[in-house]
């Protein structure tokens, strides 16, 4: 019994440490599972890591490709701004040295080519030719087409955004344009200073040349007029006296051209009509170059008026006409033609000094040689000529725009080589009428007064007032401003009119002027100069009692100046 017992003992306790095993069999299987689970686990998070490590590599692939791409655009940029700040460089040496930087700035430098068009000029590469790879771009001043960058690659590529090209290479493309066309416009402004500059220096010199060459030529006439007062008409000298005359004035026309160019010349404004000159014009033309030139006129009829010099407006037409006439050695047509006009911005952005309103055009046109881009651009240049003989001064054209300029005017000029030049001149119309001219008094008039002649040249106070004297005036001479003034303060009493030079050493014209009307106020005053009348001698004639006359001068013409003062005073 007692034994039985002990085994049913033992054999519960062996069920009881099989069960806790069994137990714990379980928990290590359900361990493992949950430890598979979170190997599992562990193992999807490491592909997803190592997915996002693959794209980051591939992001940033492409991010290091795109900073490749972009440092080349800006080394492109930079190189053009470095090239434009190169001292002395011209435009064509910056298109030369942009057109060279482009291709390395692109995605496939090594097939990669460039050109740049601007008028006419033309830069590429030297591997450049066209292919159907192609990215272009207007170059675009002040808004006009100036010419087109053109980047090509030699060879075909797989597609990208724009063909083969990248949509960054489209911003790249854009931008070098834009840079070249502020460029050019920079350039272009300075050419335009720099003419300016030029013409203002040359202007100076010729103004300065012709009024020394007024004051001898008023020298010679005056000798001339006194010799042919002296000598019978029939005097073999005679003739000789009158050659000298006329070659004197032949000399004074060349004077009043470069006075014209340098906007010193005498300018006389009166109502016109355009047409009326024009006529005049063409009937000289006709009468010069015969029947080679077919001459054809399309007049406006009612065209309005300008104010102008007539004289000056005159020659321009004819420089103008010649010089068409002469482009065409083998004959052709001159047309000229008159029209109505508004200035438009376009022509006052070229020239700033244009003023809005009512104009009249002129436009004179041949169908003979024309001209190529350079030549046109330095058309109006002094001392240019296109005369394979160089038998031209290269002044006609240059004296032409300073007229047309000082009148409020500008030219055009439009020309192709081979198919004829049109030369357009824009002047401001007016609606004043044209007044009737007053008959002219002709003849010599004498006097009696006595005459302060001022002027620094011995040999214009020697004639001028030996041919004076003639006329029955005392003349009394002064070499200088400061003698002058003391001779008036001397003799105030006894000095009746005064004829003064303005260009003088020492004290100048216009100082002695104010002096002389500070100390006798109603003395009439003559101004006599080899320039014309400049704003400042217009203020002084304009305070009353005073004149101008512009050496050289008809004496008839001083004589009758001097009696209209002295009379009125």
């Given amino acids: 019994m ?32 949950e430890s598979e689970q979170q190997l599992r686990a562990a193992n999807q998070q490491l592909d997803a890591s190592n997915q996002q490590l693959r794209a980051n590599e591939q992001e940033l692939r492409k991010l290091n490709l795109d900073l490749r791409e972009r440092v080349k655009e800006l080394d492109c940029l930079y190189g053009i701004s470095v090239l434009v700040e190169k001292p002395m460089i011209t435009l064509e040496g910056i298109l030369k040295g942009v057109v060279d930087l482009i291709p390395s700035s692109w995605q496939y430098p090594e097939i990669a080519c460039a050109r740049i068009g601007l008028g006419a000029l033309e830069f590429k590469t030297a591997n450049f030719r066209e292919t159907p790879w192609k990215q272009a771009r207007d170059i675009v001043v002040r808004g006009e087409q100036a010419g087109t960058l053109e980047v090509c690659y030699l060879e075909e590529r797989p597609e990208s955004d724009e063909g083969p090209f990248l949509k960054e290479e489209r911003n790249l493309i854009s931008a070098i344009a834009e ?55 029939t005097s073999a000298a005679s003739a000789d006296i009158e050659s000298i005359e006329r070659l004197s004035w032949r000399a004074s026309d060349l004077t009043k051209a470069l006075l014209a160019f340098s906007r010193k010349g005498m300018y006389r404004p009166q109502v016109l009509n355009i047409d009326d000159i024009i006529g005049e014009v063409l009937k000289v033309v006709g009468q010069t170059v015969g029947k080679r030139v077919d001459v054809k006129a399309e007049l406006l009829p009612a065209v309005p008026n300008i104010i102008g010099d007539e004289g000056q407006l005159n020659q321009s037409f004819m420089n103008l006409c010649i010089n068409a006439c002469e482009a065409m050695p083998a004959g052709g047509r001159l047309s000229v033609r008159t029209a109505q006009a508004a200035m438009d911005k376009k022509l006052i952005k070229i020239y700033p000094y244009l003023k809005e309103g009512p104009y009249i055009s002129v436009s004179i046109s041949d169908n003979g040689t024309g001209m190529d881009p350079e030549t046109r651009e330095r058309v109006f240049e002094p001392f240019f000529t296109t005369k394979e003989d160089k038998s031209g001064t290269g002044l006609g054209l240059s004296m032409v725009i300073g007229i047309i300029e000082g009148h409020g005017g500008c030219i055009e000029v439009e020309s192709e080589l081979g198919k004829g030049s049109t030369f357009t001149v824009y002047l401001p119309a007016t609606e004043e009428k044209i007044k009737e001219a007053p008959p002219r008094s002709v003849g010599t008039l004498r006097g009696h007064e006595t005459i302060l002649l001022v002027d620094d040249e011995e040999d214009f106070r020697r004639s001028t007032g030996a041919w004076l004297k003639e006329l029955g005036y005392t003349v009394i001479d002064a070499a200088s401003g400061e003698e002058a003034i003391r001779l008036l303060e001397k003799m105030k009493g006894d000095i009746d009119f005064v004829i003064l030079d303005m260009i003088m050493k020492g004290m100048g014209g216009a100082e002695a002027f104010k002096r002389m009307r500070k100390m006798a106020p109603d003395i009439p005053i003559m101004v006599c100069t080899g320039y014309s009348v400049a704003a400042d001698v217009q203020r002084l004639i304009g305070k009353g009692n005073s004149g101008f006359i512009q050496k050289p001068f008809e004496h008839e013409i001083l004589s009758l100046r001097i009696r209209k003062l002295l009379d009125a005073y």
């Avoid at 003992?9 to 299987?29: F, M, S, V, W």
Wanted: charged share 30%; net charge neutral; hydrophobic share 35%.
């Fill in 179 to 233: 840079r070249l066309e502020r460029i050019t416009d920079r350039e272009r402004l300075e050419e335009r200073l720099r003419h300016v500059q030029k013409m203002e220096a040359v202007g100076t010199l010729a103004g300065g040349l012709a009024h020394d060459i007024n004051n001898i030529l008023a020298g010679i006439l005056g000798y001339t007029a006194l010799l042919k007062e002296s000598l019978e008409k």
């Fill in 2 to 33: 007692d034994i039985d017992c002990d085994k049913g003992g033992i054999l519960n306790k062996n069920n009881d440490r099989a069960g806790t095993k069994e137990q714990q069999l379980r928990a290590a299987n359900q361990q493992l599972s």
